[in-house]
T-cell receptor, first 115, second 114 residues
Framework: GENVGLHLPTLSVQEGDNSIINCAYS??????FIWYKQESGKGPQFIID???NMDKRQGQRVTVLLNKTVKHLSLQIAATQPGDSAVYFC??????????????WGLGTSLAVNP | DTEVTQTPKHLVMGMTNKKSLKCEQH?????MYWYKQKAKKPPELMFV???????INESVPSRFSPECPNSSLLNLHLHALQPEDSALYLC?????????????FGPGTRLLVL
């Protein structure tokens, strides 16, 4: 049958807890990955990126982990705050046959932070 | 300054109308993008401009017509749209559409087609 109305995966956490958002990517040749945060009514906002020659990268309260063996990416948010409530997308850069680059987006995870 | 601006913020149009969406960036970026985003879905790429030339058209219907008048401006001309075209239209820019670039997004134009 046809999949319609797919749910956006939701992660609900308590304020102050750590959050982990996971993402599986498709192309083992992808060499650059980005996490975006999108708050309601706004455009996606860059959070952190990682190149394929790294396993881990840290920012302010955020850490991205890359496991190339299983093509898995995760975003860890420390001490989650109500302002972190948003939809989080992972994205990978891919090059097409014409040597043009475009982002391939994951489905997104909705993070809800309970006060 | 990492700002991409878009106008208008909201737009309601009938199926016979002609309207345009505008996007502007002053970061010196030479690649600009149009995306369409439906509720609870990731952005879908529509068009990529690199150095003011169209480099990617993701098989978008001709009722959407992009234009890049100069390196700072990107327009999306709309004509004879359908109700299913109602969505958030996002503009983004990056340095040159090369490796390891971050795309910066505007706030979007929320379009409703009646």
């Amino acid at each position: 049958g046809e999949n319609v109305g797919l749910h956006l995966p939701t992660l609900s956490v308590q304020e102050g807890d750590n959050s982990i958002i996971n993402c599986a990517y498709s192309n083992s040749a992808s060499d650059y990955f980005i996490w975006y945060k999108q708050e309601s009514g706004k455009g996606p906002q860059f959070i952190i990126d990682i190149r394929s020659n790294m396993d881990k990268r840290q920012g302010q309260r955020v850490t991205v982990l890359l496991n190339k063996t299983v093509k898995h990416l995760s975003l860890q948010i420390a001490a989650t705050q109500p302002g972190d409530s948003a939809v989080y997308f992972c994205a990978e850069w891919q090059v097409n046959a014409g040597n043009n680059r475009k982002l391939i987006w994951g489905l997104g995870t909705s993070l809800a932070v309970n006060p | 300054d990492t700002e991409v601006t878009q106008t208008p913020k909201h737009l309601v149009m009938g199926m016979t109308n002609k309207k345009s969406l505008k996007c502007e960036q002053h970061m010196g970026h030479r690649a600009m993008y149009w995306y369409k985003q439906k509720a609870k879905k990731p952005p879908e790429l529509m068009f990529v401009y690199s150095y003011e030339k169209l480099s990617i058209n993701e098989s978008v219907p001709s009722r959407f017509s992009p234009e890049c008048p100069n390196s700072s401006l990107l327009n999306l001309h709309l004509h004879a749209l359908q109700p299913e075209d109602s969505a958030l239209y996002l503009c983004a820019s990056s340095q040159e559409n090369r490796d390891f670039e971050t795309q910066y997004f505007g706030p979007g134009t929320r379009l409703l087609v009646l």
